[in-house]
């Protein structure tokens, strides 16, 4: 199946099938610190590490979630953490048939001579890093880098992008962890659906040009688009149907079939609204897997639940099983609101 048989080659192949198995998608829970803070300010809740654990842990110990979930994404503070009863939350995933991963990128920063554009950092040391993710359990990774459609995207930002994704993708196969390409294509902005399909085929093109420069192997590779949907300031919302059209038009266009799953973000739409945009992918038959990877469209509701109170931890469970349920239903194209 190889471009290159690296030592993982074979497994990288299973951990990418798992994590796309049917009726299960990914529960992305990697917000940085300072993310997690601002999630936690939500609620009023401090953002130190006690806080932190506790809302974890309530996520990745709620019972049966294994059947709707196949991965979860983790910041590097969590992949080294317990639950309060001292078990190691990547073994409570294990057992639950959860797959572990890891956010492997250290975030964005300005791109000087670009258009007030950003880039991603991470790739120094990212190959030790990586080596000691996969001893602690991590199987998969990510990197997620951005695009601006207000800011141009200019020709600079598209390359820096797809080139950073490329190298991440090639060193994370090295060190056995399968690579979540995501070039986040953001919402913010006022322009059509169509503008949206035009930025989004240019940097998938870009991507794919890279990742095969690079030398990554297509079978053991995920990718987290953006759904492709007007700008969040357009003046028309557009329907599920329409955004699934754009969609898989654009997936088709540049996605090789050998590619195991699409995992997509939920970029700011509301739960409900990620749901069916997903169910709308899922009506007819895809070459690849369509599935989530949810943060907020999972998680939104779960935190208002919770309040940070240890009497509202199973209902705010059972918020996430609604969630994670109603995607798993949508991946299966059987969701009904
Ligand atoms: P959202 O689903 O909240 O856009 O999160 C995306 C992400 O990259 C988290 O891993």
């Given at each position: 199946v190889s471009i290159r048989a690296g030592a993982y080659s074979d497994e990288l192949v299973q951990t990418a099938k798992s994590v796309a198995s049917p009726g299960r998608g990914i529960l992305a829970i990697d917000e940085s610190n300072a993310t997690c803070g601002?999630?936690?300010?939500?609620?009023?809740?401090?953002?130190?590490?006690?806080?932190?654990?506790?809302?974890r842990q309530?996520?990745?110990?709620?019972?049966?979630?294994?059947?709707?979930?196949?991965?979860?994404?983790?910041?590097?503070?969590?992949?080294?953490?317990s639950t309060t009863d001292g078990k190691k939350f990547v073994d409570c995933l294990r057992e639950a048939k959860i797959?572990?991963?890891?956010?492997?990128?250290?975030?964005?920063?300005?791109?000087?001579?670009?258009?007030?554009?950003?880039?991603?950092?991470?790739l120094d040391g990212l190959a030790s890093r990586s080596a000691e993710y996969y001893k602690q359990g991590a199987r998969f990774a990510k990197w997620r880098t951005v695009v601006s459609i207000p800011c141009g995207p200019s020709a600079l930002a598209v390359k820096e992008a797809a080139w950073g994704l490329a190298r991440y993708a090639a060193i994370s196969q090295d060190n056995g962890l399968v690579p979540i390409v995501e070039p986040e294509i953001l919402l913010d902005g006022d322009h059509s659906i169509d503008r949206t399909l035009e930025v989004a085929e240019k940097v998938w093109s870009e991507v794919f040009f890279y990742l095969a420069e690079n030398n990554v192997l297509f079978e053991?590779?995920?990718?987290?688009?953006?759904?492709?949907?007007?700008?969040?300031?357009?003046?028309?919302?557009?329907?599920?149907?329409?955004?699934?059209?754009?969609?898989?038009?654009?997936?088709?266009?540049?996605?090789?079939?050998?590619?195991?799953?699409?995992?997509?973000l939920s970029g700011g739409q509301s739960e409900v609204e990620a749901t069916l945009n997903l169910n709308a992918m899922n009506q007819s038959p895809n070459p690849w897997h369509v599935s989530f990877s949810y943060a907020r469209a999972l998680q939104n509701t779960v935190l208002k639940t919770w309040q940070g109170r240890p009497e509202n931890v199973e209902s705010a469970q059972k918020a996430l099983l609604v969630r994670a349920k109603a995607n798993s239903l949508a991946q299966l194209g059987k969701y009904s609101a």
């Open positions: 601002k999630r936690l300010a939500s609620i009023g809740l401090e953002n130190d590490e006690t806080n932190r654990q506790a809302y309530l996520l990745l110990t709620t019972p049966g979630l294994g059947e709707y979930i196949s991965g979860a994404i983790l910041f590097e503070e969590t992949l080294y953490q797959m572990p991963g890891i956010k492997v990128d250290k975030g964005l920063v300005p791109l000087p001579g670009s258009n007030s554009e950003s880039w991603c950092q991470g053991g590779i995920l990718l987290k688009p953006s759904m492709v949907t007007p700008g969040a300031e357009h003046k028309e919302k557009a329907s599920p149907e329409t955004i699934a059209k754009y969609t898989l038009k654009m997936l088709r266009r540049r996605v090789p079939p050998a590619v195991p799953g699409i995992m997509f």
